[in-house]
């Protein structure tokens, strides 16, 4: 049984109101695929993510840079057709002026 679109890992990241609710998408995304971290690194293929990156990236750092997230979706085989809307939150919650707790 498939999840529904509401319950997928991207509409949860579309959702995400904190850079750890993104955060936790990442991981849901990953986890939604049956995947550890070595194979997120390896399937990133020439983009370059190291296993110790995938593993931060679903358990505590908010992505740096677009390629870092690009690698990590890449990885992690989601559809192509939804890395802008990826980014595109990436984006927003990366401009938005934090308070410590709202990491």
Request: charged share 25%; hydrophobic share 35%.
């Amino acid at each position: 049984m498939s999840p529904s679109e509401d319950d997928s890992p991207f509409a949860t990241a579309c959702r995400a109101t904190t850079r750890s609710a993104f955060i936790c998408a990442l991981n849901r995304l990953r986890r939604s695929k049956g995947l550890s971290y070595q194979q997120v690194s390896a399937n990133a293929g020439d983009l370059v993510l190291p296993k110790s990156s995938a593993h931060a990236l679903c358990t505590f750092r908010f992505p740096k840079r677009e390629d870092q997230l690009r690698a990590f979706l890449t990885g992690c085989g989601e559809a192509a057709e939804r890395f802008d809307g990826w980014v595109e939150q990436w984006l927003r919650l990366r401009s938005r002026h934090w308070t410590p707790s709202e990491r």
